[in-house]
């Protein structure tokens, strides 16, 4: 079960809730950290390894939209595995413009090694949360995010680079 975290420093709902936002940051980087340590790469590297190695075959397109990230986010993290030649990037046969991703055998050996849920921990949890839980948290943090007044752009960068 996991600890709580206790109400003793401040008893004010919005340190209450400052500190849960601290535990759920320190989870999701605690994570990333153990997967770079074991496997020597970033959490969203990994992610997109998983994917290509789920579908193989995949573009740049569906990889950017199966991990919710822009496409030129998705193209850097494949340049970066292709050039620790992890992927192999194939031409398209009908259309010359677009690529196709394929896991070298390297990739295939490093994802045996990988700790915990490839996407990360955050992901994970948030799709096993129930669905009213889940629309009531996207709700709350619709309006979180405009008292920040936020820039939503940040929303495509995955977590492994924040």
């Known amino acids: 079960m996991p600890k709580s975290v206790s109400a003793s420093v401040s008893s004010s ?39 290509v190695r789920d579908q193989p075959g995949v573009g740049l397109g569906e990889l950017a939209r199966r991990m919710d990230v822009h496409q030129s986010t998705a193209s850097n993290l494949v340049r ?34 990988v700790p915990g849920p490839f996407e990360g921990v955050l992901p994970d949890a948030l799709n096993r949360l129930p669905a009213q839980t889940l629309a009531r948290l996207d709700q709350d943090l619709v309006q979180l995010i405009g008292l920040l007044q936020a820039d939503e752009a940040a929303g495509a960068v995955p977590l492994a680079h924040l």
Not at 15 to 30: D, E, G, I, N
């Open 13 to 51: 709902p919005s340190a209450q809730v400052l500190r849960r936002f601290r535990v759920v940051f320190s989870a999701v980087r605690s994570h990333f950290k153990h997967v770079e340590k074991r496997v020597g790469l970033g959490g969203a590297q990994v992610w997109a390894l998983s994917v």
């Open 80 to 113: 970066g595995l292709q050039l620790k030649e992890l992927i192999r990037i194939e031409k398209g046969t009908a259309d010359r413009r677009q690529v196709q991703l394929f896991l070298q055998t390297a990739a295939l050996d490093l994802l045996k090694n």
